[in-house]
């Protein structure tokens, strides 16, 4: 018997195409836009006194969310238009990449050092053969993992400078890790560029990263309440943090994933193995200024599991929200220095280990 979610993902899309119609919406203190970018939802809402009739708040919505779809081809690897397409398949000649492009891949070389591989960018051949949410997610033979796994490697990036890049080995990148981050990242950027007098605050939503910039201006002390999600429902949470000018990014097994003869097939892979991680987690979640080091972190956590995965954030100093499948939910020492965490979980049977 084996599920998974196209038909949910044709629902969002029609869904999404019909909140597009309706462009920037907003009413009392939010102005906010709705679309679906990525392969996911996004909302950025734009939030200030007025903005729901702000015509200036409904510039930047838009502004923020183009610069959002500017970045979609920039970071997609399928597009047979896209940078990344055509240095995937160069068979190893030098390619010159835009801008965009070549910073994405020059953060994620970077967190792959810092991650000792954990995360890796050069996953897209496993990303392929494994098909988790397309028509054709199957699990693979061995010699089919071991074959696409020996392109894998970051070791295999060559960073020349001047937008240039050259892939060695048959490696073939694969930004799906930390595509989200980069955006909300950008997101920010474009904000603070555009609102330089400080009018707005926003609440960016792309997918399960977010981000929190400025006041929040329902809120004493201008916090956002940012919730972490029950693996089991994702509608609701076990735990909120409250933050300000942060980013709250979110990495599970639940999202996309296909079962067969009752077992469960993630799109978060092990390098190691070439299988989805099982590392005995749910989700993890990592608070963090950088929505791009965030995102590298909680595929990389995943993947190391609890053990590893608190050592190494004790280690660099990371805020990260632990939900493991025998119900515990651990925090590292930097959540509470970061934020305010709230555990919500007791009722759903989960314990609050600290
Ligand atoms: P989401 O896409 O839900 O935000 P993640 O940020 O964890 O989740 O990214 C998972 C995506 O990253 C996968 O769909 C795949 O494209 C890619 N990926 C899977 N495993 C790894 C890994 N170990 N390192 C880097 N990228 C990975
Ligand atoms: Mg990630």
Redesign the pocket.
């Known amino acids: 018997m084996r599920e998974n979610g196209i038909a949910m993902k044709r629902i969002a899309a029609l869904l999404a195409a019909l909140l597009c119609l309706s462009g920037c919406s907003g009413s009392g203190n939010v102005c906010s836009t709705d679309f679906f970018a990525m392969d996911t939802f996004m909302s950025i809402a734009v939030c200030g006194e007025g903005a729901g009739d702000s015509e200036a708040a409904q510039e930047l919505a838009t502004e923020l969310e183009q610069r959002v779809n500017v970045l979609e081809p920039a970071l997609s690897r399928t597009r047979e238009d896209s940078d990344l397409y055509r240095l995937n398949h160069a068979e190893g000649a030098v390619c010159t990449v835009a801008e965009d492009t070549y910073a994405a891949i020059a953060d994620a070389v970077e967190y792959a050092k810092l991650t000792g591989g954990?995360?890796?960018?050069t996953?897209a051949a496993l990303?392929d053969l494994w098909g988790?949410n397309t028509e054709d997610a199957r699990v693979p033979s061995q010699n089919e993992i071991e074959q696409a796994l020996s392109g894998v490697g970051y070791e295999n990036i060559e960073l020349l400078g001047d937008g240039r890049v050259r892939l060695l080995n048959g490696a073939q990148l694969?930004l799906?890790?930390?595509g989200?981050g980069f955006a909300t990242d950008e997101v920010k950027a474009a904000w603070e560029q555009r609102d330089r007098s400080g009018t707005w605050s926003v609440l960016a939503r792309l997918?399960?990263?977010v981000g929190a910039f400025g006041e929040n201006p329902d809120r004493d002390g201008g916090n956002w309440v940012v919730g972490i999600a029950d693996p089991d429902n994702s509608a609701d949470y076990l735990a909120t943090v409250a933050v300000k000018d942060l980013s709250v990014v979110t990495?599970g097994d639940y999202?996309?994933y296909f079962e067969q003869d009752g077992k469960r097939y993630h799109?978060?892979?092990?390098?190691a193995t070439g299988y989805p991680?099982e590392s005995g987690l749910r989700s993890v979640t990592v608070i963090d200024e950088s929505s791009t080091r965030a995102?590298a972190l909680?595929?990389?956590l995943?993947?190391m599991g609890l053990e590893e995965g608190m050592m190494f954030c004790a280690e660099n100093q990371i805020a990260a929200v632990f939900i493991t499948a025998d119900r515990q939910v651990y925090t590292t020492q930097q959540v509470g220095e970061l934020c305010t965490f709230s555990f919500l979980g007791e009722e759903k049977g989960y314990t609050y280990a600290q």
């Open positions: 954990a995360f890796d960018p996953m990303t988790i694969d799906g890790g930390i989200k997918g399960g990263n990495s999202e996309r799109h978060i892979f092990d390098p991680a995102d909680t595929t990389a995943f993947v």
